[in-house]
């Protein structure tokens, strides 16, 4: 990438966020780094300045807070950063049904991953259009191609992250701005700690993939202006099957895929 660009992600103090604020800084892109952590970030921080030489500013922030998008767009705005490229990679699930799950949680979802996602895109695609030059990375899952019982309405999340990054890419066409969706599998971060999904069958006889390797797929589709990219020709695989495959049984695969191993 040129000099002096710089790469704005949320959720970057662990899991992909940290793989890619590192991937980042190996080519010398200047970094804004958003989590709710502000200890993990000036740590990721100092290493990323003392090891590439590049400009970094932390914003600890919890981004599922209503006004946060918002925020955040207007200190980045009042420190004169131009955020060339816009990583959207905050967010989380939560397992069990949806009618035991604490509705704060499920409202915790759709606001972090559907609603932070939408305002930061809205907000950062703007003066992007402006110079005719941006990247935008939106993180979905491949959970993102399938109904997920037992975790509803993360699945439900990322087939929006999905659907609206694909149709944003076509308006995007010609313009010098490219989205690209993102959809990892399983992947060995804190996310499943969080979620509640450590014993489950994904996890436990799966063989999720490690993070560093799936941040590296994602950089390189990004890099590269891919509209879709998903990690690993197995998650490929499985992301295409479930388009000939019956509802009913891609839906019944799903439950037993997130069921706890007992």
């Known amino acids: 990438m040129a000099t002096n660009t710089t790469a704005l992600i949320t959720g970057a103090s662990a899991g992909l966020g940290y793989e890619f604020a590192h991937l980042f800084a190996r080519d010398h892109v200047n970094l804004v780094l958003v989590a709710r952590s502000g200890p993990k970030l000036a740590e990721l921080a100092g290493q990323l300045r003392q090891q590439h030489g590049i400009t970094v500013k932390t914003i600890p922030l919890d981004l599922g807070l209503p006004q946060a998008s918002q925020t955040l767009f207007e200190e980045t705005r009042r420190a004169g950063i131009h955020v060339d490229v816009l990583v959207n990679n905050a967010g989380y699930g939560m397992a069990g049904t949806f009618h035991e799950i604490p509705l704060s949680e499920s409202y915790g979802q759709i606001q972090l991953n559907v609603t932070a996602l939408t305002l930061l895109t809205r907000l950062y695609l703007g003066p992007m259009l402006e110079r005719h030059s941006g990247k935008i990375m939106n993180v979905a899952s491949t959970a993102a191609f399938q109904p997920g019982p037992l975790m509803a309405v993360y699945y439900a999340t990322k087939a929006y992250v999905l659907s609206f990054s694909e149709a944003l890419a076509d308006e995007l066409r010609n313009t010098g701005v490219s989205v690209t969706c993102f959809c990892p599998g399983a992947t060995l971060t804190e996310f499943q700690k ?40 197995r998650n490929w695989m499985v992301a295409e099957s479930v388009r000939f495959a019956p509802r009913k049984l891609v839906t019944a695969i799903s439950r037993w895929v997130a069921e706890p191993v007992k």
């Open 194 to 233: 969080r979620a509640q999904t450590e014993n489950s069958r994904l996890f436990k006889q799966l063989s999720p993939m490690d993070a560093k390797t799936v941040a590296e797929r994602g950089y390189r589709a990004l890099m590269d202006g891919k509209t879709l990219a998903i990690a690993g020709f």
